[in-house]
């Protein structure tokens, strides 16, 4: 039986799952879920089985593969409900895409070799480059009604990195819009601010980008003009609101504040949390900065879906889709799915001293839900 390293289930979705396993090269095994089944060949295999029926529970077996007590390897999992309704609008979201980015890893305060970083082979592209071609492509492969990137662009907010982005994201053509993130505000306080706060509509429904950006600094911020704007703006529309922005909220639950969080600052999240009460047709917050996946929800927001998405740049290397009915959404998280993609998120699987991994992927049931309404 082949040797199957670092098993794990990406994705679910309303009608398929996608399980992600190493082996040696060209070994060939064969994946099964619910019944159906796909073959794939080393050393990196992404095993997308289709065909499932929604809201079922459905065995997933790896051919040599042992399940254990690891949380990010189930026996069995559950397909998404889909949603009620007809279909309005796909979205596509990216962040934490950081063109110019040539060491993975690096936190300034702390030196390389006590976390460990990684540095692309002198024979490779940029690795930003890598991740983020392959993402687009399958971007143009869904073909959604819009893109949407939530910010770190770039590595040091320069004009030369923004234009990196702009060129590759503009394949995407005028259905991509972007929000900047804390490193593309380093230099210049206006560059990839784009205007925001803004709104694009498609279909009956509205997705809001704000700028959360403290410039020069790594926290976050939404302005009390923002949340105004915000408030009036969801006051006068009658479908479902999407915000975006890159810093993640704060807990609205916390017994303690603090005064150096490096997301949104507690008085500002928990402004946009009053707004959120109010208007009802509010229905999530998407973020990216922590590059990790993680759903909070507080009674102080009724309940929506605040959430953060992993990075593109690195393990495990994703991009988000949004595909909203008009009885609710599923958010379906993708592992960009080349072998130089899945080679160089391999090697950035253990970073931090070896906590990435379990601090990036989170709960499957972060990655991957239907929210309905």
Not at 217 to 236: H, N, S, V
Request: charged share 25%.
């Amino acid at each position: 039986m082949p040797e199957i390293i670092h098993p794990e289930v990406m994705s679910v979705g309303t009608d398929d799952v996608t399980v992600f396993f190493r082996t040696a090269e060209s070994v060939p095994v064969v994946t099964r879920v619910g019944g159906r089944e796909v073959t794939t060949t080393g050393p990196y295999h992404l095993a997308h089985v289709t065909g499932l029926e929604s809201g079922a529970e459905v065995g997933v077996d790896v051919e040599g593969a042992v399940h254990g007590d690891d949380p990010h390897f189930p026996r069995t999992v559950t397909t998404l409900v889909r949603p009620p309704g007809r279909l309005l609008a796909t979205v596509a979201t990216a962040n934490d895409v950081h063109f110019g980015e040539t060491v993975c890893g690096r936190i300034h305060t702390v030196p390389d070799e006590e976390l460990g970083v990684a540095i692309p082979r002198p024979d490779e592209p940029p690795y930003p480059q890598t991740m983020n071609d392959a993402a687009i492509d399958e971007m143009l492969e869904l073909d959604p009604d819009l893109v949407l990137v939530k910010g770190d662009l770039t590595c040091e907010g320069t004009v030369e990195e923004y234009q990196q982005f702009l060129d590759a994201y503009g394949r995407l053509g005028d259905r991509m819009h972007h929000v900047r993130g804390n490193h593309d505000a380093m230099r210049d306080d206006t560059m990839a601010l784009e205007g925001a706060p803004y709104a694009v509509e498609r279909d009956g429904v509205s997705f809001v980008m704000l700028d959360t950006v403290r410039p020069g600094t790594e926290f976050g911020r939404i302005t009390a003009a923002q949340i105004d704007w915000l408030d009036e703006y969801a006051a006068a529309a009658s479908n479902p609101v999407f915000v975006f922005g890159h810093h993640n909220l704060w807990d609205l639950d916390a017994e303690e504040r603090s005064a150096s969080y490096f997301g949104v600052n507690c008085d500002d999240s928990e402004a946009f949390g009053e707004v959120v009460l109010r208007r009802t047709n509010i229905v999530g917050y998407f973020a990216g900065h922590t590059h990790r996946h993680r759903i909070r929800r507080s009674e102080r927001a009724r309940f929506i879906p605040c959430v953060e998405v992993g990075a593109t740049k690195d393990y495990p290397g994703v991009w988000a889709e949004y595909r909203i009915h008009e009885g609710g959404f599923t958010q379906v998280v993708h592992r960009i799915s080349t072998q130089a993609a899945m080679d160089w998120t391999e090697r950035t699987r253990f970073l931090y001293a070896g906590m990435y991994r379990d601090y990036s992927l989170g709960p499957l049931e972060h990655r991957c839900y239907t929210e309905l309404w």
